[in-house]
C-alpha cells in the first residue's frame, strides 16, 4: 500500500478545457451577430414606414380593379349575387358552415336591400382608391370584397382571390399616406398651421403619441412584408407546381392553353399565335424558370428585368386567355417590390410629359 503512487490522468483529460476555452469567442460572436441582426430587424420595423408609394399604388390598383369588376358585372348583378341568383343565400349559408366565411348580402333577401349594398360597394371602392377617410375605408373595402366573393364563391377565378387576400392586408397598411386625398388635407392642413406640427401637451401624451406612430409604423411595415412574402409563395409555388407538369416540361403546355375554347377570346388571335410552335415552347420554358427564380432575384438588380418580363407573361395572359382581372391584380401585386424612388421618378417623368404636352399643344393654338 505504501509503495502505490497515484495514477496520473491522461493527457486527453484537459481537453475540454481547451475546447471550451476557443468555443467561448464563437458563442460569443454568434451571440453578438444574433443581436445584431434583431436589433436591424426591429430598427426597420419601427424607424419608418417603408414602401408608402408602393402601399398606394396596391390600393388605387386594387380598388381601382375591384370598381372595374363591379361595374362589369352591374347587369349581371342580380344573377350572380343577388335574390335571382341559382347559389341562394340559404346555400351560401351553408357553405359558410364549412368555409368559415360570410356576408353581408345574405342578412336580407330582398331586392332593395340588395341594391343598396351594390352601391354601397361602388362608393366604398371609389373612395377607397381615393384615398378619403383611408383607414375606415381599407376595413369598408375588405369587408366588400369579402361579402361579394364568399355570396357566390363558385363564380370566382384566382384573380378574386388575390384581390380577396390583398384587400384584407391593405387594413394593416398606412396606403393612404401618398397619392391620397388624406396625404392632400394633410398637407393644407401643415400649410396653414406653420411647417412644424403642434407638440402634443404633458409628457404622458408625448409617449402615447410616440406609442402610437410606433405601433402603426410597425403594423404597416409587418403587412407590406406579408404582401410581399404572399406574391413569393405564389409565384414560388406555381413554377415548381409546372415543374412536375410533362406538358410543361415538354414545351406543349401552352399550346393546349391556347386551344381550349374556355379561353379562347378571340379564337383567331390564339391560332395565330399557336402557329409558332417553337415560340411557345421558349415562352413556357421561360414561364417557369421566371417563376421559380422570383423569390431569389428580389434583392439584386436582376428583379426589374424580371418583373418586365412577368409584366408581359401577364399582359399575354390577359389578352389570349381572356383573363383580364387575374392578370390586374398580378400585376398590380407586383408593384410592393418597386422603390418609392421608382414611383417618385416616374411621378416627376409624367408632369414633366404633361408640361411639354400642354406646352405644344399651347403653340399650336398660337400659331
Known amino acids: 500500500m505504501g509503495n502505490e503512487q497515484t495514477p496520473q490522468l491522461p493527457p486527453t483529460a484537459a481537453a475540454p478545457h481547451r475546447t471550451a476555452e476557443w468555443q467561448t469567442p464563437l458563442a460569443a460572436t454568434a451571440h453578438r451577430w444574433l443581436l445584431d441582426r434583431a436589433c436591424a430587424l426591429w430598427t426597420l420595423l419601427t424607424a419608418r414606414p417603408v414602401s408608402l408609394y408602393a402601399a398606394s399604388v396596391l390600393r388605387i390598383g386594387y380598388g ?26 340559404a346555400l351560401a349559408r351553408q357553405l359558410f358552415d364549412q368555409t368559415g366565411w360570410n356576408s353581408i348580402l345574405t342578412l336580407s333577401g330582398g331586392r332593395a336591400y340588395f341594391e343598396l349594398c351594390y352601391v354601397l360597394a361602388l362608393v366604398t371602392s371609389a373612395l377607397f382608391v381615393l384615398g378619403w377617410r383611408t383607414r375606415v375605408m381599407s376595413v369598408l373595402f375588405a369587408v366588400v370584397v369579402v361579402s361579394f366573393h364568399s355570396r357566390a364563391i363558385f363564380m370566382t377565378d384566382g384573380g378574386d382571390n388575390l ?50 406612430n410606433t405601433l402603426t409604423t410597425v403594423v404597416h411595415n409587418c403587412g407590406m ?58 415562352a413556357g420554358y421561360v414561364t417557369v424558370l421566371l417563376q421559380v427564380a422570383f423569390p431569389f432575384v428580389l434583392f439584386g438588380r436582376l428583379k426589374y428585368p424580371v418583373l418586365a418580363a412577368l409584366l408581359g407573361m401577364h399582359l ?52
Not at 375591384?66 to 361595374?71: K, M, P, V
Not at 406653420?194 to 402610437?212: E, M, N
Not at 399550346?255 to 415560340?279: C, G, I, K, T
Open 64 to 89: 381601382s380593379l375591384y370598381l372595374a369588376f363591379l361595374l362589369r358585372e352591374f347587369p349581371h348583378r342580380d344573377e350572380i349575387w343577388g335574390p335571382g341568383s341559382p347559389w341562394t343565400p
Open 163 to 212: 384581390v380577396l387576400l390583398m384587400s384584407l392586408y391593405l387594413v394593416l397598411t398606412a396606403s393612404g399616406r401618398r397619392w391620397s386625398l388624406d396625404a392632400r388635407r394633410g398637407r393644407l392642413r401643415t400649410a396653414r398651421t406653420g411647417a412644424a406640427p403642434k407638440l402634443a401637451k404633458g409628457f404622458s401624451a408625448h409617449q402615447l403619441r410616440s406609442a402610437r
Open 225 to 282: 412584408f406579408v404582401i410581399a412574402a404572399q406574391v413569393c409563395f405564389l409565384y414560388g409555388s406555381a413554377g415548381l407546381y409546372k415543374v412536375q407538369g410533362a406538358t410543361w416540361g415538354g414545351g406543349t403546355a401552352l399550346h393546349y392553353a391556347l386551344n381550349l375554347e374556355l379561353f379562347q377570346p378571340w379564337p383567331a388571335l390564339s391560332r395565330f399565335v399557336d402557329d409558332f410552335p417553337m415560340a411557345i415552347a421558349m
Open 316 to 367: 399575354g395572359i390577359a389578352v389570349l386567355m381572356g383573363l383580364p382581372l387575374f392578370s390586374g391584380a398580378m400585376i398590380i401585386a407586383d408593384a410592393v417590390f418597386l422603390p418609392d424612388r421608382f414611383f417618385t421618378s416616374m411621378a416627376r417623368l409624367g408632369r414633366r410629359a404633361a408640361q411639354l404636352t400642354g406646352v405644344s399643344m399651347l403653340q399650336r393654338r398660337t400659331t
